[in-house]
C-alpha cells in the first residue's frame, strides 16, 4: 500500500432525526479539527440522515462547506425520521436498510462515521457499531433526553428561546390579569419545559414525569389571586399528562390523544382550568420555533468542544462512543452502554426540589 | 382663584384594550415633558383602562413611576377591554358609565385625559371629547389599523416577534424540507403579517384584505418544489379568509368559525394543504408572545415623540385629538376626522405589488 | 439580432464603502425581483466594490448564491473603499480606472449597473452616469446621510445595536450611580446617536450638527445629582465636536485631532468632565459591531422593497436614478439631483425639539 | 421569649462590587423560597454594598419589591466598591468599619446576611463570619474566578453579549478583509474571553494566563492570509499580557501600565500587529455593556438554584458558607476554604487543548 493512500483518512457524517440549532456548529468542530491536524482528509456528508447512507447520497465536504456555519440554524446535511423499528424492515424496493449501509461504508472505503443525532439516531448508530462499522455518535436533541451525558446540544438554544416566549406572555398576562399557558416541546420528557419554566417564572409547571392533578393546578390559580396576583402562567410540556391519563395504559392514552379535540396537550388543560374557574385561559405554541434560529454562545462553546473530542477519538481510532459532556468534561461514553436508554427529570431530584421551594407548583 | 391654584395642571391618564409594547415609554414620553415645562403637576393614573375611569380607581402618580419604564413591556397601569358599543349600557348595577366617566372626570378637576389605545378605546375616547372633556388620544395598536397615522405603536416591536417566529422556523424547514405555517397576529388586517412575512421570507402570505383560493396557495407550493426548494413558509394572519368564506355573510361566517373544530384559522389551512399534497403541514403559533416584552428602540424613539407631541399639545389646550405620525412627523389629527374608521392593507398598494414582483404569493 | 439575445438582461452588481446589514437582503430583492419577471438573466457580481469593476474580477451570480441570504449581514460581494475623489487618478500602474470601469461594462454587455453603496459611493456612480453608464443606486449606510431618501438602510439595525448598548450601560450605571459615555457611530452626522439615544434614554446626547458647551454637559449632570439620579448616561456621537473645536477651520481641527492623545473623542469628553466634576466617567466603544450581524426586520422590509422596485426601474430601462423611500413609497430619484449632498441632522427640528422637551440635554 | 419572636427570622442582604445581570434574579430566589416556608420573616436591603451595612443606611423590603425582578439587570439595591484592604483602616471620621458592620447587625437583630458579590466581596464575608456573623455568600461575577464553584452568575449573561459583539465584527470583518480586535472584559483572568471567543469562532484568543508572544499571533494572521482568508478575529482579554510584559515584576509592570499612552490594552496589541504587518487594526470595546442588560436563562436558572438552595441553609441555620453549583448540584461550601483564593484557566486543561486543536491560537 502506498505511503499516501495509508495517510488518507475518509470520514462520513450525517444528521439525522429532528433537527436543533447547534449541528452546524458540531460539525464545524470535528473538521476544523481534523483538518488541523490530519494531512489528507476527505469528508463524505451523506444528505438528509441516514436515507443518504442508504441510497447512496452524499457529497464531498471541503473547509469551505464549513466556514461561517458556526452560527448558523438546521443542518447543511439536511435531515430525515428514519425510526430506528423500521432499520431491519426492507424498504418498499425490498431494499435490506442495513446491509445498503454497510455496503456504501464499504464502498467508498470510510474510516468512520461521525452520526449527529437523538435517542433513535443513537440506536441506530448503536446498530451500526454491532454490525462492525466504526461510529462516533454526537448528542444532539433540545430534549436533552440522552442517557450519559450532562447536557444535549441544542437544549440551552431551545430553553432561550422558549423563555423569550414566556418573558413575552409575562408582560401582557400582567398587563391584563390573565390566566396564559406556552407550551413547551421536549418529547416525552420535561428538561426543557423544567428549565424555562425555571427561566421565564412560570407559577405552575407541568411535566410528563409528574402527572398533574387538576385540582391542585386550580387551587395553585386561587392562592395567587387570593394573594393578590391577579395573574397565573403556566408552562406546560408538550408531553405533560395528567393523573388520570398517567393511570391508562399506552395503549389507551394513545387511543384517546387520536381522538382528542385538542390540537394539543395545552389545550386541553386550558379548557379544563376554564371551566372550573369560569375566565378565559389563553394558550401560545412556539411550536417548531424552539428548534430553530441560531445557537446560543452556550451551545456554540459546547460543540466546538464536542467536536474537537471526536476528532481526538477520530486520531485515537477509538470508536464505537458517543462524544459527551459530564462534569464540564467531555468524555467518550460507549454506545453499547447508553443507546436505547433515556434521560428523565427525576421528580425528587435537587433542581424539582429547589424549584418547589420557590413556591412552584408542579401539580403534585 | 390663587394664582397656585390656576397653575396647577391635573392630567388623567388611562391605557385601554389589549396591551402592547410602549404603552409604558409613550407615558413616560408624556410625562417627561410635562414635568420638564409644568412647575404643578399631578397625575392621575386610572387603573385598568376605562374601568378605572368609571369606577373611581386611580392612584397618583409621581416622576418615581416613569423612571426606567422606557423598555418595560405591558402597562404599568393595567388595561382591560371595555367594549364601545356596551358603554351606552348600564353596568350590572344601573350605573351609567359614560356619567360615571364625566363624574370622576369633574370631580377630580382633569385638565384634561390622556388615552392610549386603539380602535375601539379611540371611538370611546371621542364619546367623551363629544361629552365635552378634553382628551389627547395616543395611538397603540400592534395591528397598525388605526385610520390617520402612518404607524401605531407596538406594530415595530410586533413585527419583530414575529419574525423572529419566521425565522426560528426557516432553519428547521429548510433542514427537512417541510411545510410551515407561522399564524401571524394582527386582528382583522394584515398588516403585522404583511411586514413580518416579507421580514421573514415567507414565501406565502395569507391576508385578511386579500382572500385565498387554495388552489393558488396548492400550486406555489408545488411550484416550489418543481424548482428544487424543498420548503414552503406560510405567514398566515389570524384573520386570513378564504374565498369561499369572505363570500358568505358576517353572519354565516361567525356561524361557521363557531362550529369550526380548529382553535384558530392556520390549523385549517394546514389542513387543506395537507389533504391536497398528502404531506404534513406544521403549524406555530406564537399568539400573545406578539403583544409582550420590551418595546423595539423603533418604538421607543416613536413613543417618546408622540409623548412629547401630547404634551405640548396639552400645554397648548389644544384637546379632541389623536396624536399621530405623518410622514415622519407628528402631527394632531382631530378625533372626530377618524375616529370609527380601519386602516386596512390595500391589495393594490405598492407594497403589495412590489412584494409580489419578489415572487411572494398572496393566494389570490 | 436574435430574439434570445435580445431578450437576454446582463446586470452588473457590485457593493462599495463600509459594509452594512441589509446589503444582501437588498441585492435578494433585486434579484428575485428580475428573475420572477425576466426569463433571462445573467448577473455579473463585481468582487470587492469598484475594485472588482475596474480590474474586472466578478462571478456570475445564480439564484442560488441569493438563497438564505435575507437575514445575513456583510456582503457576498465583498467591498471596499475606493474614494471618489482618486477616482480620476491613475492607479500604481497608470491605470485609467473610470476608462477600465466603462471599459468592463461594455466588454461584458451589460444593460445595467447597481450599485449598494453611501455617499462616496453615489458621487462615482454619478460620475458612471454622467459617462453613460445605466445605473440604478441602492443607499446603504447606518449613518443615515443620503440626500433624498428619508431612510437609508443598515441604519435602523445600527440604531438597535447601539441602543442594546445603551440598555446595557443603563443597568450598570444605575446600579453604581455612575457617569457613562456611549460612544455612538455616524461618520460626520448625528442621525444614528440621536436615534440611538432617544431609543436608549440618554440622558445628554451630543452629535456633530450641535457643537456642545462643556459647561452645560457638566451642568447637565450636576442637575441629576440634585434630583436625586445618581447616574447619567451620555451618547456621544463618534464626530462630536465642541464648541471651541467647531470654531476653528476644518484644517486647524484635522491638525488638533492627528495630535490628540484619545482614541476617539468620547475619551476626551470624559476627561473633561472627569476633571470638572472630580468623578471616574467610564467609555464604552462598541464601534464597528454597529454594522455589522443580521439585518433587523424594519431593514429587511425596506431592502426588499427597494430591491423590487430597483427591479422595476431595470424593466423599465429607467436608469440614472436612487431608488429612494420617500413617505412609505419607494421612488426613483435623479442621481444628478442629490449626488454630493448631505442630509444632516436640523438642530431645529420636530424631533429635536421633542427630545430636548422631555428634558435631553444636547450640551447647547 | 414568646413564640412569635422566637418564629421571627430577621435577614439582611447586599450587593457588593461590581453589579452583573442575575443579582436581582438570586436575591429573588432566596426571598421566595423564604417566604414560601417561614411565617414570620423581615427583610433588610442595605443600599449600595457594604456601604449600607457600616453606616446603617438599610429599607425593609416586602415581596412587591422581588416581584418582576427576575429579568431585570443592576441590583435594586445598589451596589459600592469596598476593597477588602481597607475594612480594617478607619474611614474618613474614624469610624471602625468592622466594628460598624457588627454593630448594626447586632442592632437589628439579623438571624444572618446574604451577601452577593465576587472575590472582594467573599473576603470581607469571611471576616464577618470569623467576627461572628451568620454569613451566607452567593458567588457573583462575570469573571467567573471565585474558587470552589463551578460556575459564577453573570458570567453567562456576559459571554452572550461578548458574543453578539464578536459575531456583529464578523459579517464586517469578512466584508472587508480586516484585522479586528473585540476587547472582553474578565479583570485579570480569561474565562470570558475564552468562552466568548470560541463561541464567536475567534481566530485568535489572548488570554492573562497564556502570555503571548507577537511573532506567533503575527504568524497566526500570516499563515491564513496565505490560506485565502482575508480577515482574522482577535478576541482579547483586557487583562491579556505579552511574553516580555509577564516576565516583569508586579510593580514594573504596573508602572509600564500607568505610563502607557493606550487606554487598554488591545489598542496596544493593534498597534503591534498594525507595525509588523502594515495593516489598519480595529478595536471594539464594548466595555461595560458586558455586566449590563437582563439576565440570561441560564443566569436565571442558575441564581433561582443558588438562591432556594441558600434559603435552605438558612432554614438549617446553616451558616458560613458559599452556596456554589458543582457538578449540576448547589452545595455549601466552607468560607474559610475559599475565601482569598482565585479559580484561573489552566493553560494545560481540557477545553484549551480543544480550542487548540480546531486551529485557534494563543499566541503560545
Known sequence: MHKEEAAMKKIGMLTSGGDCQALNAAMRGVVKALAHNIDELEIYGFENG????????????????????L???????????QPFKLMRVPDENGLDKVAAMKNTYKKLGLDCLVILGGNGTQKTANLLREEGLNIIHLPKTIDNDIYGTDVTFGFQSAINIATDAIDCIHTTAASHN?????????????WLTLYAGVAGGAD????????YDIDKVVDAIHKRTKEGKGFTILAVAEGAISKEDAALSKKEYRKKLAKSKYPSVSYEVADRISERLGLEVRVAVPGHTQRGGSPCPYDRVLCTRLGSAAAKAIMDEDYGCMIAMVNGQTKRVPLADVAGKLKTVDPKSQMIKEAKRTGICFGD
Open 50 to 69: 441516514y436515507k443518504g447512507l442508504i441510497y447512496e447520497n452524499y457529497r464531498i465536504l471541503t473547509s469551505k462547506d464549513f466556514s461561517g456555519i
Open 71 to 81: 452560527t448558523k440554524g438546521g443542518t447543511i446535511l439536511g435531515s430525515s425520521r
Open 178 to 190: 390573565r390566566v396564559f399557558i406556552v407550551e413547551v416541546m421536549g418529547h416525552k420528557v420535561g
Open 204 to 211: 405552575i409547571i407541568l411535566l410528563p414525569e409528574i402527572p
